[in-house]
């Protein structure tokens, strides 16, 4: 059973930077593909990024850059020049399957998620 915990949201104003962190416990990080994932007020649940097992990075938002580090059980997620429209709860999530393509920006992929961290970008 891995546990996922987020940190680092807050209150930015826009055109500001963010660095959000999800640390892992109770599994062997490197075994598992990390994302990220945003969920706003009333709207469904959103793929931000993910980072495959060997550092392979893929992003929806060329604003936001995935790392980890792996000694550290860590993945990050740095924001910059945010919006009012990235205000949203941010999910860090584990997946220990293998897939391909656009396999890791769904949901269903994922066996692990994070409470969440709420970001909120003033205007």
């Known amino acids: 059973q891995v546990q996922l915990v987020e940190s680092g949201g807050g209150l930015v104003q826009a055109g500001g930077s963010l660095r959000l962190s999800c640390a892992a416990s109770?599994?062997?990080?490197?075994?598992?593909?990390m994302g990220w994932f945003r969920q706003a007020p009333g709207k469904e649940r959103e793929f931000v990024a993910r980072?495959?097992?060997?550092g392979s990075r893929t992003s929806a938002k060329g604003r936001f850059t995935i790392s980890r580090d792996n000694a550290k059980n860590t993945v990050f997620l740095e924001m910059n020049s945010l919006q009012p429209v990235d205000t949203a709860v941010y999910y860090c999530?584990?997946?220990?399957?293998?897939?391909?393509?656009?396999?890791?920006?769904?949901?269903?992929?994922?066996?692990?998620w994070g409470q969440g961290t709420q970001v909120t970008v003033s205007s």
């Open positions: 109770g599994g062997t990080f490197s075994d598992y593909v």
């Open positions: 980072i495959s097992r060997t």
């Open positions: 999530a584990a997946s220990s399957k293998v897939g391909i393509g656009d396999y890791y920006s769904k949901a269903g992929p994922y066996d692990y």
